[in-house]
């Protein structure tokens, strides 16, 4: 209730949406990782007037941040946090020659604020500032913080989910279609239990009896409804267009 009253777009109906389910779905992840992917190979070069830069700090940006891993794989990292979270967060270690590397952070690890005009980063509840974090923002609404297109989406994210469960349970029950037994006369419970049991024994090889008059009525699959069908290709067109 707590993120439903502090995330844009009023309540939710359906599956809770979080970035980790969010990403369980096809077209979420694939226009994730195609824009992180693409934009990481582009080259971020800095330049002191005319002339490439070779200070240190540069290298940081264009090759390597950090002993572990080279820059594409930093800016893939941070590019999916803003894809995802709306902000991402750099965390710049002091060398002798000033910020000599740069570590990505989890956007679920950082809270932001801003008291007297300065803005502290709260970081597994250890206090961190602006010489100590860089901070990318998406869309922002004050500066303060970027809009998670996750949660502010979070409708159609949850629609989306929710039409993933619903084909997972259906062919987890083997793809068959529910049926309605229909009896003329009113049954007592223990007839009633038989007659459930005797068509359940179907699925398991065996023989359904329907007595006096007993009728079996398919209940319409939903997907074989082309609008159930036409619903699920909206729902990847609206994934995909979150992130255009």
Known sequence: WLIEALTPGGKLIGKPVTVDTALGL?????????????????????????QRSDEPR??????????????????????????LWGNAFLYKKEGALGVSELWPISPRRVQVSRIDQVRTFLIDGRPFYEDDILHIRGLSEDGLLGYSPIQVNRQAVANALAQQQFVAEFLNEGGRPSVILRHPQHL?????????????????????????G???????MPLADAQFVEQQQYSDLRSAQIYN
């Open 58 to 83: 540069a290298r940081l940006l264009h090759e390597q941040p950090n002993p572990e891993m080279a820059a594409d794989e930093r800016w893939e990292i941070v590019t999916s946090h803003l894809l």
């Open 214 to 220: 007993g009728e079996v009525e398919k209940w319409t």
């Open 188 to 212: 007592s419970a223990d007839a009633a239990r038989r007659l459930k049991a005797s068509w359940e024994s179907v699925g398991k090889g065996g023989t359904a009896v329907l007595e006096e």
């Open 26 to 50: 096809v077209p979420v992840y694939s226009a994730v990782s195609l824009i992180a992917g693409t934009g990481a190979t582009l080259p971020l070069i800095v330049y002191d007037g005319d």
